[in-house]
């Protein structure tokens, strides 16, 4: 596919007539499925880039932070949103600074300087970012396997797994005492079915903090719930693919920048093995995952908990190498 002809269409005009883009734009790159060259004919094209956001929007006295197209399925985002999120190694924006060179639709020259300084943003925070991302496809996937295999009790069972999974981070995000939230699968009272039960034990605790917790466990529960509520069988065991898929890839990603300290975008060596996971061959004749998936899997996050421990990258992003680049970047790009 020649993408910078597609660009051309008018179905991008947004990107040179839109005054929050113009002339604005720092960089534009193919995302997704073609990016990573696990693309089928089916498959969208999803464009991802930086734009200089307005002064009032760097001073916060305005609020622009991305710009969405949906009907391109183009995401831009402001350099003061996108430098927040790659300074926590998120895997959807670092991604983004490790495209193949003719993914790169158009590259300014303060563009040029972001992506020259790309190494900066690798920590290891990458185990927790893009473990974390796997975790969720991970989830995604067990939810499709119970929703088909499981009895009842057992299904109540696995999404009271993901929420105790949820409530895991609240001891720090939350700042929890030890053992205040502990969800279990019982009945309310004698003869009422089966369901999610959760003890608090807080005391002076704030009100707002705890309903934002209920909101996230109660999400969990929601989401699968809507899962099985849509269900299409062939859209299902796609979508199931698709997660299998990307949770490798997530782990392949990861465990390349704990090791070589760098990261390809496009899977390049793992294609075939990735597009082999994409067109079902790791279910067998009945739909269930194979085994030797999950030894893949298995194998793959093993070395990730090794990296962890051996990797030389650095904790968090240098400080004062952070602080120098967005200088450089702002004042650049205000000329």
């Not at 060259?37 to 999803?46: A, W």
């Not at 998120?90 to 490790?98: A, D, G, S, V």
């Not at 269900?231 to 070589?260: G, P, S, T």
Request: glycine share 4%; charged share 30%.
């Amino acid at each position: 596919m020649d993408y910078k002809k597609v660009l051309e269409s008018n179905d991008y005009d947004f990107l040179r007539n839109d005054p929050l883009l113009k002339d604005n734009i720092l960089f534009l790159t193919v995302a997704g499925s073609h990016a990573y060259g696990t693309n089928v004919e089916s498959s969208d094209l999803d464009i991802r880039g930086v734009v200089l956001e307005r002064e009032t929007d760097t001073l916060g006295l305005t609020d622009f932070e991305q710009y969405i197209d949906a009907k391109t399925d183009t995401v831009i985002y402001t350099l003061k949103k996108f430098l927040k999120l790659v300074k926590e190694c998120n895997p959807n924006i670092i991604e983004m600074l490790y495209s193949k060179p003719e993914h790169y639709l158009y590259i300014s020259p303060v563009g040029k300087i972001l992506l020259d300084n790309r190494d900066l943003f690798l920590t290891k925070r990458a185990a927790y970012s893009f473990g974390g991302y796997a975790n969720a496809q991970l989830n995604r996937l067990e939810n499709a396997i119970a929703r088909d295999t499981l009895t009842e009790h057992d299904k109540i069972e696995h999404i009271n797994r993901s929420v105790e999974n949820a409530a895991k981070s609240f001891e720090t995000k939350y700042k929890l005492p030890d053992n205040a939230i502990k969800t279990y699968v019982g009945s309310w009272h004698n003869g009422s079915p089966e369901e999610i039960l959760v003890d608090f034990k807080l005391e002076h605790y704030p009100l707002a903090r705890l309903r934002s917790m209920i909101e996230e466990m109660t999400n969990v529960v929601r989401n699968y719930d809507e899962t099985v509520g849509q269900r299409n069988k062939k859209k299902d065991d796609q979508h199931l693919n698709k997660h299998m898929m990307h949770l490798i890839r997530l782990y392949f990603m990861c465990n390349e920048i704990l090791e070589f300290k760098t990261v390809h975008t496009y899977r390049e060596n793992e294609h075939n093995l990735l597009m082999n996971i994409r067109n079902g061959k790791y279910r067998n004749s009945e739909g269930y995952v194979t085994d030797e998936f999950y030894d893949l899997l298995n194998e793959l996050k093993t070395k990730c908990d090794k990296l962890k421990k051996e990797t030389t990258l650095p904790d968090v992003v240098d400080t004062n190498r952070y602080n120098e680049l967005v200088l450089k970047l702002y004042r650049e790009a205000r000329k």
